[in-house]
């Protein structure tokens, strides 16, 4: 870079979770101001979304990925972002694709979401679980609910927003994911959801702990899923319910449609049905011991 930083990134983002670079369009970092930049001076009423010139990613993806080298990986790194609020002399962003003490060189307005007759279709797996959560989240209730498999945390958190006198927990492996899901809730105001690290295949909690179990588009990448369904199982209470949504067009080794999924959820000692919801299988499962 051949301008002076403005300020740096606050987040969790590191290396290993940034291999999961598309799940990092929901979390929120900060951007604390050198003590000469105000936070006044960058953010407008009337534009939501910015572009941020920030310290590119040290790290390469596949080039079924080169898009993203292209954006993040060369001699900067560009993030469109959408506003939140500011602290005092701190920015807050979510989208911000860049690893935590980054330095900032540029916030500038991004018009075009602003534009009053602008559409923006989503594409890929951003669109399905937009229709799939769409359908299911007004589904979910419990007083206390497991979201196994929450990356960011952008399921739980609607989870816990659509049930605000439950307890919504939400687990998965990487630490890191885990501060970052925590900052998440914080700055979006969200309380009764928490976050913990911990393994689908022996979770650490007592028998019959959650009357819900909700599994978003993740049982998929695992090894062994009659193991992940029987720890899920022992969780839940007696006729505890578990909602799963699965990809149709997306897999990893074996390709699995409604009549599969429910197999393997009848085996493990489920009754479940199942319907497609776009290009995925929706699986209402209820536990019976």
Not at 258 to 267: C, N, P, Q, S, T
Not at 276 to 284: E, H, L, R
């Amino acid at each position: 870079m051949s301008f002076k930083p403005i300020g740096k990134v606050v987040n969790f983002a590191d290396e290993e979770t940034m291999e999961l670079l598309a799940l990092w369009r929901d979390a929120v970092s900060g951007i604390e101001l050198n003590k000469h930049a105000h936070a006044l001076s960058y953010i407008f009423d009337e534009y939501s979304h910015y572009i941020i010139i920030h310290d590119p990613l040290e790290m390469e993806f596949p080039k079924s990925r080169d898009e993203w080298n292209r954006r993040f990986c060369r001699e900067a790194g560009i993030s469109v972002v959408r506003y939140i609020k500011h602290d005092g002399d701190t920015l807050y962003f979510q989208g911000l694709l860049a690893l935590n003490n980054s330095s900032v060189y540029s916030i500038v307005p991004y018009t075009a979401f602003d534009h009053p007759e602008a559409t923006y279709p989503k594409i890929g797996m951003e669109k399905l679980k937009k229709d799939v959560f769409a359908e299911i989240m007004p589904l979910v209730k419990g007083k206390d609910i497991l979201d196994v498999g929450c990356g960011l945390g952008a399921a739980t958190m609607e989870i816990a927003r659509h049930n605000r006198s439950s307890q919504v927990l939400g687990i998965d492996l990487l630490e890191g994911m885990i501060r970052q899901c925590r900052v998440n809730a914080e700055i979006h105001g969200i309380e009764n959801a928490r976050f913990e690290a911990a393994s689908i295949y022996a979770l650490p909690y007592e028998n019959n702990r959650f009357d819900t179990v909700t599994c978003f588009f993740m049982l998929h990448h695992l090894e062994d899923i009659p193991k992940a369904l029987e720890e899920i199982k022992r969780v839940l209470t007696d006729g505890g319910k578990v909602f799963a949504s699965e990809p149709l067009d997306h897999h990893h080794g074996i390709q699995r449609e409604g009549r599969d999924w429910i197999k393997l959820f009848e085996d493990a000692g489920f009754s479940a049905v199942s319907r497609n919801i776009s290009k995925s299988v929706f699986i209402q499962a209820t536990n019976e011991k």
